[in-house]
């Protein structure tokens, strides 16, 4: 421990930056529950993998934690109603996302009562056995709460595949303004300790643990309090250093061991869970309950009054910065509206949208805090700076140079398929060059290349189908045909046939005839 | 009626024989590159090329008359897998590209003649006699051959509708 240990940790990943965090005042300022607002807009497509698909019909009352949407596929999840209420509508809605496009939800009219659905209950977790834990999990429509939202059931329940033995908790939460996480280990710290150890239990991990930036004391200190009585569960503090709460650099920085290249992290042993996640885990499993609501950091100079609220899933984002007192009109008034981070977070163009499962944060930032100006989008002066920033060690330059010139391929070439997205290279170019935006649209670009080569293979093999089929028909037919006429042949001949035995007979008859006479 | 159809069979087999041997000793060998492409190509013969189906523009894509952009049903991908093939460098232009088309039936006018269903090559239109027809988007190779079947105008070209999973961040924009 001590500055050595500090350091050692620090040299383990090169690159990162050290953004003002903004976490405060928002992070101090006490949990606030919300109450569900009248109507809930619940997307059925809130995670990693396929769409979930409705079970319910429009004008059916629904319970609180009521099963509404079906999980389709290996990696999907299931939805559950964030309220008591009608159903109101099964259709399109805006999606969280910066496209604006919409997505397929059901619209839920709260009758007031925020009353429950049955739950099946446990006392003691650590009886069940560590499959059972990962279907009451999957029950419950659990995701990734650290914003990519992925099935947890996957993870815990040994669905990749691979023997876990160690289990981080990713408590880092490296993105500026957010403090959701933080928030949630202050005041829930032992609920998140069980959370993480009903974890351990499922996974089979020898131990677990939690990895928190030393920018936040209160948090460490209510974790080291909570995790007292578990010898398994160890807290750990990290330096302060976007990003951290990467999972490739968190597992490098807490064990030493590198995730390879297009790699997972169950490859080398270890499984990474959000903290928020473990809490939903928790309530899974003791109470039954699914996951119908989340913590949301909801911060930026506009907003009148900035903190933490859980909030249910599907209340409207302008709805949840009404709860927080409103917008602020000072210093220009609102000039961007993001969901997450303000590093890996998206840009959204309207305020008419739902908080899903993997929204960490609402944020409203003025103009000052955008920091858009002149010289924005200038030509690259080859510094160097985003190949010393990037914290996987690729060549933002380079890459985007040659997506900006077209040439995706050459640009994968460069290791884009490694590119995690953290922003550092954008946010230290000095000639404010969307790196980014170039990598997502190459990223886009490749993934949409592959698509249309599965469909052109699968219209191939189609083609190739419907072709035999037709000719298999047509012999067929023809075989039919000919069978048909040998028959009709085989008929004649028989009908000829009996006519030349009976006139053997009759001559026959005559030479008898003949003898006898 | 015996007589016909044994001379008619014993000519056919002669014949027949004679072609058999003729294929294997006269045969000209195609250019494998041509095969090789041909195989990439969707295969469902449908002209919007210009050429007499999807042999034809294999084999004026080898010889170097024809872009292989040239496949609208095949669109971008197919154009960068043959050029890679090829290895020529392929321009596919700075205009936006609306993705592939493919058949979408206005169902209030569908009357159920499925004749749409028998020209399709890909077997992607479902429906029965004097039942609306639909048109499975994953299927369709964007050949247009249903078109001019329809009597009733119902069938269509349209781009694939963009969905919020294959949605993706456009290009930055070059400042001027």
Same mark, same amino acid.
């Not at chain 1, 992070?27 to 995670?47: E, K, N, S, T």
């Not at chain 1, 085989?490 to 001559?507: G, S």
């Not at chain 2, 095969?35 to 013969?45: D, K, R, V």
């Given at each position: ?167 981080? *908790? ?29 974890? %351990? ?38 330096? $302060? ?9 968190? *597992?490098?920085? %807490? ?83 993001? %969901? ?18 993997? $929204? ?15 010289? #924005? ?101 023809? &075989? ?38 | ?36 492409? &041909? ?41 960068? $897998? ?8 392929? &321009? %596919? ?12 039936? #206005? ?6 003649? $499925? ?7 890909? #077997? ?53």
């Amino acid at each position: 421990m001590g500055i050595l240990d500090r350091f050692l940790r620090t040299a383990r990943f090169s690159g990162g930056v050290h953004p003002d965090d903004h976490k405060r005042p928002a992070a101090d300022a006490p949990l606030r529950v919300m109450p569900p607002p009248a109507r809930l807009y619940v997307p059925l497509v809130q995670h990693i993998g396929s769409p979930a698909r409705a079970i319910v019909a429009v004008g059916d009352h629904v319970r609180k934690g009521q099963r509404i949407g079906e999980p389709q596929g290996a990696v999907s999840a299931a939805i559950h109603a964030p309220t008591s209420g009608r159903v109101n509508a099964i259709g399109d809605i805006v999606a969280p996302h910066p496209s604006g496009l919409p997505v397929r939800g059901i619209t839920i009219a709260s009758d007031g009562r925020d009353e429950w659905c049955e739950l099946e209950t446990c006392d003691d977790p650590f009886a069940l056995d560590p499959a059972e834990i990962g279907r009451r999990v999957a029950r419950a429509g659990v995701v990734g709460l650290g914003g990519a939202a992925f099935p947890s059931a996957v993870k815990i329940s040994g669905g990749l595949g691979a023997r876990v033995d160690l289990l981080i *908790i990713n408590a880092s939460e490296c993105e500026p303004f957010l403090s959701c996480d933080d928030r949630l280990m202050r005041d829930r710290a032992a609920e998140s300790v069980d959370g993480i150890a009903i974890m %351990l239990h499922a996974t089979g991990a020898r131990e677990a643990r939690i990895g928190i930036e030393d920018n936040k004391p209160e948090a460490i200190a209510a974790m080291r309090a909570a995790v007292a009585g578990h010898a398994r569960i160890r807290v750990e503090v990290i330096p $302060t250093r976007y990003p951290m709460g990467s999972e490739k650099h968190l *597992i490098l920085v %807490l064990t030493g061991r590198e995730v390879p290249a297009e790699g997972r992290p169950s490859d080398i042993g270890v499984v990474v869970h959000n903290v928020g996640t473990a809490v939903a885990v928790r309530n899974a499993v003791r109470f039954g309950r699914p996951l119908v609501s989340r913590m949301v950091t909801v911060n930026g100079a506009c907003v009148r009054q900035p903190g933490n609220v859980e909030v249910p899933i599907g209340t409207l984002a302008g709805e949840v910065l009404a709860f927080c007192g409103g917008l602020r009109a000072e210093h220009g008034g609102p000039a961007r509206l993001l %969901l997450g981070g303000p590093m890996t977070g998206m840009q959204v163009p309207t305020l008419e949208v739902p908080v899903i499962k993997g $929204t960490g944060g609402i944020l409203v930032l003025d103009a000052a805090e955008v920091g858009e100006g002149e010289g #924005d989008g200038s030509p690259c002066i080859r510094c160097g700076d985003c190949m010393r920033a990037c914290p996987v060690g690729l060549l933002p330059l380079e890459i985007a140079a040659r997506v900006r010139a077209g040439e995706v391929d050459a640009a994968a070439r460069f290791g884009l398929a490694d590119c995690i997205a953290c922003g550092c290279c954008a946010y230290v170019c000095p000639s404010r060059i969307p790196l980014v935006q170039y990598f997502h649209h190459a990223k886009g670009e490749l993934a949409a290349r592959a698509r249309g080569t599965q469909r052109n293979e699968t219209i191939r093999t189609l083609t190739r189908a419907k072709a035999e089929r037709v000719e298999r028909e047509e012999r067929e037919k023809a &075989e039919a045909l000919a069978r048909r006429a040998a028959a009709s042949l085989a008929a004649a001949a028989a009908a000829k046939q009996p006519a030349a035995v009976a006139e053997k007979a009759v001559e026959d008859a005559s030479e008898e005839a003949g003898v006898c006479a | 009626m015996l007589a016909a159809i044994l001379s008619l069979t014993i000519l056919g087999a002669v014949l027949g024989t004679v072609l058999g041997f003729a294929n294997r000793f006269f045969q000209v060998e195609g250019n494998p590159l041509v095969e090789e492409i &041909e195989a990439l190509m969707p295969g469902s013969n449908c002209g919007q090329c210009g050429f007499p189906g999807c042999a034809g523009a294999a084999a004026a894509i080898a010889a170097g008359q024809a872009s292989p952009t040239c496949c609208p049903p095949g669109g971008r991908s197919l154009a960068v $897998t043959i050029a890679q093939r090829l290895g020529v460098s392929v &321009e %596919l232009g700075g205009a936006e590209d609306p993705g592939p088309l493919v058949a979408d039936i #206005d169902e209030s006018i569908c009357i159920g003649c $499925t004749r749409c269903i028998r020209a399709c090559p890909t #077997d992607a239109i479902l429906g029965g006699p004097k039942q609306i027809h639909n048109v499975m988007r994953d299927s369709c190779s964007g050949c247009a051959q249903c078109i001019d079947q329809c009597p009733t105008e119902a069938m269509v070209m349209q781009p694939l509708p963009v969905t919020l999973q294959q949605w993706f961040w456009p290009k930055p924009a070059l400042r001027a």
